[in-house]
């Protein structure tokens, strides 16, 4: 069975940071494009970040400077370090593959795989 998990959620104060990891098995990552997701209370989600097979990277204006998309295919895994967190950066965080060779998109349209989602709660 393929699928993606998604870890390193939590709670955290503003100011802080955390590392999120999306974790594939069942399929090799390596040649997926990630784009990380974020869904807030009463919000539609959003993209926040994505790396493409080759590296390439785009991030959300909210977070750019702050965030930071890395992938390790020797893990099989994609990271997303955030720090400088603010309380509007709480949500649930998915990370999604998408088998393209053409770059990496901040939308959510013809994902391949979806993971369930890791809380980040920013809150003094």
């Known amino acids: 069975q393929s699928l993606l998990v998604e870890s390193g959620g939590g709670l955290v104060q503003p100011g802080g940071s955390l590392r999120l990891s999306c974790a594939a098995s069942?399929?090799?990552?390596?040649?997926?494009?990630i784009t990380w997701f974020r869904q807030a209370p009463g919000k539609e989600r959003e993209g926040v970040s994505c790396?493409?097979?080759?590296?390439?990277?785009n991030y959300a204006d909210s977070v750019k400077g702050r965030f930071t998309i890395s992938r390790d295919n020797a893990k099989n895994t994609v990271y997303l370090g955030m720090n400088s967190l603010k309380p509007e950066d709480t949500g649930v965080y998915y990370c999604a593959a998408e088998g393209t060779l053409s770059g990496c998109q901040m939308g959510d349209n013809g994902m391949d795989y979806w993971g369930k989602g890791t809380l980040v709660t920013v809150s003094a």
């Open positions: 790396i493409s097979w080759s590296g390439g990277k």
């Open positions: 069942g399929f090799t990552l390596e040649y997926y494009a």
